[in-house]
C-alpha cells in the first residue's frame, strides 16, 4: 500500500509563494489532525555558523504559526552537533543559531531549545537503544522540518536522517557513530542506528511524527558544515508526509530527476544517480530498504500535487 507525500513546485506568484505553499502543504498532510492541542517540538537544524544555504528561519516561522492555528503549542528545538566547535553545549549553540537568525523574536515568540540540555546528557532512552534528547522523548509530538542536502555517511540528509539521527542526545549521536563510520567503519551500520532509533521514537509517539522536506540550495553537503558548496541541482520544490521513508523516497526522485549543474561538485552532471556520484563510498539506498523492512514506512509513494 503507498504512503501519500504532497508535493509544491518552487514556482510561485504573488500571494501564492513557498511560505504559502508551506501551510497548504501542512493542511493536506492531516498535520492539524496529528499535532492539534498538543507541545509539538519543530525539530531543525539551526545550522552551523560560517554555512550560508541552512534552512533559511522564515519556514520555521510560518510553520510555528500553522501549528499555532491548530491549537499545539510550539517549540522549535536543535540537539548538539559531535564535533562541532560552536555547537558543543547549549549555551554556545543558541548563540550559533541567534547568529543565523533564530530567536523568539524571530519564531512568533515560540521558544528555541537545545533538546538535550547545556552539555548533551539530558535525555530519555526509548525502546531498546533510542538515546532521544529528553525534549523530543517529552513532547506529545514532533513535527521534522529538514533541508534536503548530500551527507557524508548517510549519502543524503533526509526527513529519516533528520528524525532518527536529529532528535538523539549527543551520547547518542556518538553510538550510533562509533564504529560505523570513518575510515574503517560500515556506513549502513550506522544508518541502521538511525533507522532503528527513529522507529523506537515513532512507536513511543504512536507515531505522531509530521515531515516537511525543503528541495532548494540542494547543496552537496549539510547544513552543519561551516561554509556551503555550490548546489548541484536546481530548486525543485516542498514536500509534506506523515510516512518517513515515502517522503524521502520522493525527494531522492525529484533530486535525481532535476538536471545536474556543471561546474559543481558532481563529476558528471548527466549522471542519473547524484547521490552516488557525490558519495561513491556510501549505499544512500541501504537505508530506505532497511527502514521499510522494519515497518517504519514504505517505498511506494503517490505524489499529489497542491
Known amino acids: 500500500m503507498s504512503s501519500e507525500v504532497y508535493f509544491a513546485q518552487r514556482r510561485a506568484t504573488q500571494g501564492g509563494g513557498l511560505l504559502e505553499k508551506l501551510e497548504q502543504l501542512c493542511d493536506a498532510a492531516g498535520f492539524g489532525v496529528l499535532f492539534g492541542g498538543g507541545v509539538v517540538a519543530v525539530r531543525l537544524s539551526f545550522g552551523e555558523v560560517g554555512n550560508t544555504t541552512y534552512l533559511r528561519p522564515q519556514f520555521a516561522q510560518r510553520v ?38 533564530f530567536a523568539p523574536g524571530t519564531m512568533d515568540g515560540a521558544p528555541l531549545i537545545v533538546a538535550d540540555g547545556l552539555f548533551g546528557g539530558d535525555e530519555r532512552m526509548l525502546g531498546t537503544d533510542a538515546r532521544v534528547a529528553a525534549a523530543f522523548a517529552e513532547a506529545d509530538g514532533i513535527l521534522a522540518l529538514t533541508h534536503f542536502t548530500g551527507q557524508e555517511h548517510a549519502g543524503y540528509c ?32 550506522f544508518q541502521e542506528r538511525m533507522v532503528d532509533s527513529l522507529r523506537d521514537l515513532a512507536v513511543a509517539k504512536d507515531r505522531k511524527l509530521g515531515y516537511v522536506t525543503l528541495l532548494v540550495d540542494l547543496t552537496p553537503g ?6 556551503s558548496d555550490a548546489a548541484v541541482a536546481p530548486d525543485i520544490g516542498l514536500l509534506a508526509s506523515r510516512d518517513p521513508v515515502a517522503i524521502d523516497q520522493a525527494a531522492i526522485d525529484l533530486f535525481q530527476s532535476a538536471p545536474g549543474v556543471a561546474g559543481t561538485r558532481l563529476t558528471d552532471p548527466g549522471t542519473k544517480d547524484k547521490l552516488r556520484d557525490l558519495y561513491p563510498g556510501v549505499d544512500w539506498e541501504h537505508a530506505l530498504r532497511y527502514a521499510e523492512r522494519v515497518g517504519l514506512g514504505t517505498r511506494d509513494y503517490e505524489l499529489m500535487i497542491i
Open 222 to 227: 549539510s547544513d552543519d558544515l561551516d561554509w
Open 64 to 101: 510555528v504559526r500553522r501549528l499555532r492555528g491548530y491549537g499545539a503549542q510550539p517549540f522549535v528545538a536543535d540537539t548538539l552537533s559531535p564535533g562541532s566547535a560552536r555547537r558543543g553545549n547549549a549555551a554556545e549553540h543558541l548563540a550559533a543559531a541567534a547568529a543565523n537568525g
Open 158 to 189: 533526509g526527513a529519516i536522517y533528520h528524525m532518527g539521527f536529529g532528535t538523539a542526545s549527543l551520547g547518542g549521536k556518538r553510538h550510533m557513530m562509533s564504529g560505523a563510520v570513518g575510515e574503517n567503519g560500515t556506513p549502513g551500520a
